[in-house]
């Protein structure tokens, strides 16, 4: 009811759609935390808009020889959650790109650390595509 205590319609989401709705929004998330060099690091599966980003900032490096490095950088930059319990860049603004912000920490690691957080992602997102080719069933 509204102040004149007239009731009002209310418009809801048909709950017979809900739960499926919701599923979607998560099919596909998944995170895990690994140890590496005595460090704790959680990554997590990547959703559209992510992908869609690191698109945008490897586009500089498309056919140079260094685009797969960019391609590992940004993906891992898109995936980690956070390093020993801790985000690794801090959101300070409007604005703010959490990716390209990531990539500035991660650029400064050594190859053989993000060649092996990289195939861990790898693992993790081979991890939520068996679930979910498993949910087609």
Not at 29 to 41: D, S, Y
Not at 100 to 123: C, G, R, S, V
Request: charged share 30%; hydrophobic share 40%; with cysteine.
């Amino acid at each position: 009811m509204d102040e004149t205590g007239e009731q009002k319609e209310q418009l809801s989401f048909p709950p017979e759609h809900i739960e499926p709705l919701r599923g979607l929004l998560f099919l596909g998330a998944m995170k895990e935390i690994f140890e590496f060099a005595g460090h704790e690091f959680e990554l997590k599966t990547l959703n559209e808009a992510d992908i869609l980003r690191i698109g945008e900032l490897i586009r500089p490096y498309m056919d140079s020889p260094v685009d797969m490095e960019a391609q590992k950088i940004y993906t891992l930059a898109a995936a980690l959650c956070s390093v020993d319990g801790e985000l690794i860049s801090e959101p300070y603004k409007e604005g703010y790109d959490p990716i390209a912000e990531n990539a500035k920490t991660i650029k400064q690691w050594y190859p053989e650390t993000i060649d092996f957080m990289y195939m861990k992602y790898l693992e993790l997102e081979k991890g939520a595509r068996e679930v979910a080719k498993s949910l087609k069933k």
